[in-house]
């Protein structure tokens, strides 16, 4: 299968960084040091240019699942469940009494003229439900479903399969309007999503990560007789789960925004109780972000301006991330997404579109948060040639790399890392500014953001030094690769993390 408009993008033919990951690391030294020894780490930036020359796609994404990374700093919860992961984390929560359906056939049960294409979609195959919410259709709708537990292969796989986007067919509209309603109940379950923090959590400790700021909700969760949990009872939920030993174990930190549907006819509603929500658990939760589609024009960002303004007059240190400039065509977005208050701009695609915009974020104090695959796969843009992103960084507007919704596009950071040193030829200073501003410009408190900038610069001095030790202890024998890079890059089947898999808790 391609990625939409764009073929694969063929393997590089390298001869190899030194002719395969076998040879013995005095061969590696000899080929990467020019036979004079190693490379004092002063030298890291003049090596990694010989790397990126000679080395195979596997080696640069070896090199790159292992280097130390900073922060993900714009990270969809819901949207960052790798599909391996959702049906065991789905049936163990039958522990806490929560079963769930999922809808593998349509019987015409609802009569001509109602509402499918709503918010809950009748013609829409793999809709999960938990059982108080199945106890309520009627049992001809009822028998459209089948408890996950009793799924066989095929149905299991094309479950799993219909919340990835990953067709040459599909894109923005199957993802904005069918892969977040297949989830259905699942997204409203705290101790499915809590799970799934963590499973992120090891799975990004793996590559070197330090820190993860993720979106994540609170409005609207289910107890299992269908129920709704306060927002209150949600966070501590969370806050109970992140202190378990093996969320503690993966060494990564973690911060919480809770965001809004930009477009909701409640919005305003909604934003007054989440800011309100924000700054009464500020230990764990960091900020407030605006999502949905920006081309629906119902959540245009001005919408916002007289409620943000009312909200800091009664409230302090509540900090703003919003999606901006993820859309097609010019617009003020951006612009005006600064006005409301917000520190980082999520996407800023069409940023390059508005230069005096451009201008007043070169070297400011504002981020945008950078999503390579997610605006390919979304065709924001068609290929990477369009992208504005080496334009930014290389004008001085601070960026960062983030995964965006990476369950979804089944995908990681180092595979952000590979796509931006592929199509963009990065160098290894551009490499830790990425990351440097991942950490800096997060919503982290300062005490906490002051100890993760020095264990980054901890981590990166022991890593230039074991490099210029012996470059083959740099490559990770445990990297795995996902299915974005295997479809568009041919990098397929590495090796998983081993001993424990992504797939073991």
């Known amino acids: 299968m391609t990625e939409r408009h764009t073929p694969p993008t063929p393997p590089r033919r390298r001869r190899g960084w030194a ?15 020019g036979g004079a020894g190693a490379a004092a780490p002063a030298d890291t930036g003049a090596w990694f240019e010989r790397f990126k020359t000679e080395a195979t796609d596997e080696e640069l994404y070896r090199f790159l699942y292992a280097m130390p990374k900073g922060g993900d700093l714009h990270n969809h919860l819901s949207g960052s469940v790798l599909d391996d992961w959702f049906y065991e984390l789905a049936l163990a929560q039958g522990e806490r009494g929560y079963h769930f359906y999922t809808r593998v056939r349509i019987d015409n049960c609802r009569p001509y003229g109602g509402d499918a294409f709503g918010p809950d979609p009748y013609l829409l195959l793999f809709l999960t439900l938990q059982e108080s919410s199945w106890q309520q259709l009627s049992p001809c709708e009822q028998g459209e479903f089948e408890r996950l537990e009793d799924l066989d292969a095929g149905q299991r796989r094309a479950w799993l399969d219909s919340m990835v986007l990953d067709k040459a067919h599909e894109g923005r509209d199957e993802f904005f309007q069918t892969h977040w309603q297949r989830m259905g109940d699942l997204y409203l379950n705290p101790y499915f999503t809590a799970d799934a923090l963590v499973r992120n959590m090891q799975a990004f400790g793996r590559e070197g990560l330090l820190y993860l700021e993720t979106m994540i909700g609170v409005l609207g969760f289910l107890n299992p007789d269908g129920s709704r949990l306060t927002p209150d009872e949600v966070a501590a939920i969370y806050r109970e789960r992140l202190r378990e030993a093996d969320a503690v174990a993966t060494g990564v930190a973690v911060k919480l925004q809770v965001a809004i549907l930009r477009f909701a006819p409640n919005a305003e509603e909604m934003l007054r109780t989440l800011y309100a929500f924000v700054a009464r658990n500020r230990d764990l939760f960091v900020a ?172 990166l001095a022991n890593f230039e030094r074991r490099l210029a030790g012996n470059p083959a202890v740099v490559l990770a024998t445990d990297a795995r690769s996902h299915g974005f890079l295997c479809r568009r890059y041919a990098l397929c089947d590495l090796a998983p993390a081993s001993p424990e898999t992504e797939e073991t808790p």
């Open 19 to 33: 002719g395969g990951l076998c040879l013995a690391a005095a061969a590696l030294l000899a080929v990467l040091a």
């Open 288 to 459: 407030v972000n605006m999502v949905g589609r920006e081309d629906n024009d119902k959540g245009y960002p001005l919408r916002f301006l007289d409620t943000l303004r009312a909200l800091r007059r009664d409230y302090h240190g509540v900090r703003l991330s919003i999606h901006a400039g993820e859309v097609d065509e010019p617009n003020d977005h951006v612009r005006d997404t600064l006005l409301l208050g917000a520190d980082r701009i999520g996407h800023g695609v069409n940023l390059i579109t508005d230069p005096d915009t451009m201008r007043l974020m070169r070297h400011g104090p504002y981020l945008v948060e950078i999503n390579l695959i997610s605006n390919l796969l979304l065709e924001y843009v068609d290929d990477y040639a369009q992208h504005p992103f080496p334009e930014y960084l290389r004008t001085g507007i601070p960026v960062a790399l983030s995964t965006d919704d990476r369950g979804m596009w089944d995908s990681n950071l180092t595979d952000e890392f590979f796509v931006a040193v592929r199509e963009f030829n990065l160098s290894w200073d551009e490499l830790v500014l990425l990351s440097r501003n991942s950490l800096s410009y997060s919503f982290a408190p300062p005490p906490l953001k002051t100890e993760l900038l020095s264990r980054y610069a901890l981590r």
